[in-house]
């Protein structure tokens, strides 16, 4: 069996950050409607490649050290593909903006909570606490 | 008790093949250096010791193996081949270290290479792609599909992609080394160094000084990419332009975070290398036929790979390959696979592979898009977009539509005649530096020029899912694939919408 099936998809793993950051942030702020952070791809790198030190369910994030930063052609693609799913976008006209579309909460509620068990969720919890840390809220 | 001996590792499986390859070789010395007269390029003049490369099994197997996959199924004149594409991509890489080492001179700044890097850039473009197998890219897609690659999770390659790393392995491999060594570093009397080459084609350097080098053979805009957006192009007669003497006047080297990288003096090349990418993805690669091909030879590697026994894939050399493994599909290149009118003595192998000879290729059933979902913006993109790396789920969910199915429709089809083609979106990364005038800094590329989401923006109205089946019972799978697709993904799509485009 082709070996992607055992573990958990990387752009699942961004999208379960995402939207328990955005509901961190939600908690604390009642009066917010949306999450939308600052952040290019760089920096997304910079963030994951940190937290995978720490964080064992990161590890589908894998980060090549051949050249002056950590990169991860995984959370390349997991941002592309969110994107192109429609669960974030980013803003005109610099695109430095990403927010959480409305989809990825039903995303999260009805795929990624019967996915992720209960210790992985906790994991991922923490996870997007640290994010929130790290981005600067739009 | 006997302990059974381990299975072999990748690197064993790869060498195996390059043994097989050079069985019943014979090298005759080159004479010396050779021009090739190449349609995009003009003349390329190769080296003594290129041409020795260039004569061996490992890059003449690249004549037999089409650049573009099927894609002239479509565009009748894209039967260029990954062969002719290697040596167009040694040329460019000489044409960019020229072009930087120029521009230091005019600048008077210091240029970090020298002529031995010269012969180990040429030599990794030269050897980048010798492990592509069938179909290049349709096949690429199928063995991740088909195949456990937790092997090429290995420390040392674990970012680069598969067919990288199957180059990589097989110019480290044993037998080409001891081959090369012999009569490349010996014969040619030429210093060359398989480890430098070998890293270069996977984006690497043991010198951060020379980090440049790597991404001249891999890297967001690399010698690589540069041929073959202006070769597939050119031979799907498509008029776009890739201005690379443009490109060329603007690259340099620069310094970042201790490393000497490429930068671009400005980001209107850039711009033209992207819309020739999209152009090349939205009218080639991703047009609705040629997924439809690619789709159809899945069907057939995949039937093939479920039973070995009845349907193996005859080699050279009484060999038989059952494509389960990716080191299976360098054994088969186009010529051979699609000449074997008799089906491998396999009745369905037999009808695809007539199908593929008499272009009796699959209907669009559905198609899935923006225009034909009424509710786009449902996650179910999301659970669709995640089929293209969950194979299993992928070929459960085909295998339902075609259960669906009236029994009539049923049994007029094969299980493996319902194909869903969900294509990913193209890769180009905004990692590349620019340096925007002379003392300024290096900075990002994407900081003047949305990379990635003009990519997106671009995928996000391009992006189209189809479903494929034979023609006779076309609308009852597009029938049973509404439903299964919506209890699937939530998505809801209008079969008239998809009509329109279906033709049904």
């Known amino acids: 069996m082709p070996a992607s099936q055992n573990a958990a998809l990387p752009d699942h793993i961004l999208a379960a950050v995402l939207t328990l950051a955005k509901r961190e942030m939600l908690n604390k702020q009642p009066k917010e409607t949306r999450f939308a952070f600052h952040s290019d791809d760089s920096q997304l790198q910079e963030i994951f490649s940190e937290l995978q030190k720490d964080y064992r369910i990161l590890d589908a994030f894998v980060f090549s050290d051949s050249g002056p930063e950590p990169y991860s052609p995984a959370l390349e693609e997991s941002v592309s593909s969110l994107q192109l799913s429609g669960l974030i976008g980013r803003e005109n006209p610099e695109y430095e903006v990403v927010f959480l579309q409305p989809s990825a909460d039903g995303f999260f509620d009805d795929v990624l909570t019967t996915e992720f068990d209960k210790s992985q969720l906790e994991q991922l919890t923490k996870i997007a606490s640290v994010f929130l840390d790290r981005v600067k809220v739009a | ?504």
């Not at chain 2, 620069?254 to 009218?283: C, H, W």
Request: proline content about 5%; some cysteine.
């Open chain 2, 1 to 504: 008790m006997a302990v059974s001996p381990a299975p072999p590792s990748l690197e064993e499986r790869v060498d195996t093949f390059v043994q097989w390859l050079f069985e019943d070789f014979k090298p005759v010395p080159p004479t010396g250096p050779k021009v090739f007269n190449d349609a995009l390029l003009g003349h390329l003049l190769f080296a003594k010791h290129e041409v020795a490369v260039i004569d061996c099994p490992v890059l003449q197997r690249l004549r037999r193996i089409k650049q573009t996959g099927l894609v002239y199924y479509v565009f009748p004149s894209a039967t260029h081949s990954r062969f002719e594409h290697s040596l167009g991509a040694a040329a460019l890489s000489e044409r960019c270290y020229d072009a930087i080492r120029e521009r230091a001179k005019v600048e008077e700044t210091t240029f970090p290479g020298d002529d031995a890097d010269l012969l180990h850039l040429r030599m990794a473009a030269l050897l980048h792609d010798v492990g592509h197998g069938l179909c290049s890219h349709a096949s690429e897609q199928i063995y991740k599909q088909l195949s456990n690659l937790q092997e090429f999770k290995n420390d040392k390659y674990k970012a680069n992609q598969e067919g990288e790393v199957l180059s990589y392995l097989i110019v480290t491999s044993p037998t080409f080394q001891k081959w090369f060594e012999e009569y490349v570093v010996r014969g040619c009397q030429v210093k060359l160094d398989l480890k430098v080459v070998s890293d270069l084609i996977l984006g690497r350097h043991g010198e951060k000084d020379k980090y440049f080098l790597a991404k001249i053979v891999s890297g967001p805009f690399d010698c690589d990419k540069l041929d073959y957006i202006a070769r597939d192009s050119y031979y799907c007669g498509l008029a776009l332009t890739v201005d690379l003497p443009r490109f060329y006047s603007m690259i340099s080297t620069e310094r970042y975070k201790d490393y000497t990288d490429l930068a671009l003096r400005s980001y209107v090349p850039v711009e033209q290398i992207l819309f020739g990418k999209m152009n090349l993805f939205g009218s080639v690669y991703h047009h609705q036929k040629v997924k439809c091909v690619g789709s159809m030879l899945r069907s057939v590697i995949g039937h093939i790979a479920q039973n070995p026994e009845q349907a193996k894939f005859p080699v050279r050399g009484g060999r038989h390959v059952s494509f389960t493994d990716p080191v299976e599909y360098l054994y088969a290149t186009d010529d051979e696979f699609f000449s074997q009118a008799g089906g491998f003595g396999d009745e369905y192998t037999k009808n695809m592979l007539s199908r593929f000879r008499n272009r009796n290729l699959f209907v669009r059933c559905l198609e899935i898009s923006r225009r034909t979902v009424t509710n786009w913006q449902h996650y179910g993109r999301q659970k669709l977009i995640d089929l293209t790396v969950l194979p299993e789920k992928l070929l459960d969910l085909e295998n339902k539509i075609h259960a669906s199915l009236p029994p009539a429709d049923r049994a007029k089809s094969n299980r493996d005649d319902v194909r869903l083609s969900v294509p990913g979106i193209p890769p180009l990364s905004g990692e590349a530096l620019i340096r925007t005038y002379r003392g300024a800094s290096a900075e990002k590329i994407k900081k003047y020029f949305p990379v990635s989401e003009w990519i997106q923006s671009y995928a996000h109205n391009k992006w189209r899912s189809y479903v494929y089946a034979p023609r006779e019972v076309a609308p009852a799978v597009r029938d049973a694939a509404i439903s299964v697709l919506l209890e699937y993904s939530g998505l809801k799509i209008d079969a008239n919408m998809s009509n329109q485009t279906c033709h049904l």
